[in-house]
């Protein structure tokens, strides 16, 4: 059973960058489709986006496409989140999860960190 921990989280300005990590152990990294989510204060929890296991294709909320990327390196068993053009609505506590390729929910989730942006 893998766990995940997430940091990089932070308060930054309107147009800033922040990068979230999330370092995984107990499993093989290889083997799970990693995803970001996020939850807003009073909002549903939902979808930022996905990285296949080899990295080699992403996926995106239609939100966040153009200005949030993920990768992943599998040698350092860590999926990243960079996050560019921040605005106050991408406030929120950021998850990563994990899922094996055969499912699709994820089973596997992280604490969350807490992302705020300032207007």
């Known amino acids: 059973q893998v766990q995940l921990v997430e940091s990089g989280g932070g308060l930054v300005q309107a147009g800033g960058s922040l990068r979230l990590s999330c370092a995984a152990s107990?499993?093989?990294?290889?083997?799970?489709?990693m995803g970001w989510f996020r939850q807003a204060p009073g909002k549903e929890r939902e979808f930022v986006g996905d990285i296949t296991r080899s990295g080699a294709s992403t996926n995106y909320a239609d939100s966040v496409k153009g200005r949030f990327t993920i990768s992943r390196d599998n040698a350092k068993n860590t999926v990243y989140l960079q996050m560019n053009n921040l605005k106050p609505e991408d406030t929120a506590v950021y998850y990563c999860?994990?899922?094996?390729?055969?499912?699709?929910?994820?089973?596997?989730w992280g604490q969350g960190t807490q992302v705020t942006v300032s207007s």
């Open positions: 107990g499993g093989t990294f290889t083997t799970y489709i």
């Open positions: 999860a994990a899922r094996l390729w055969l499912f699709n929910t994820y089973p596997y």
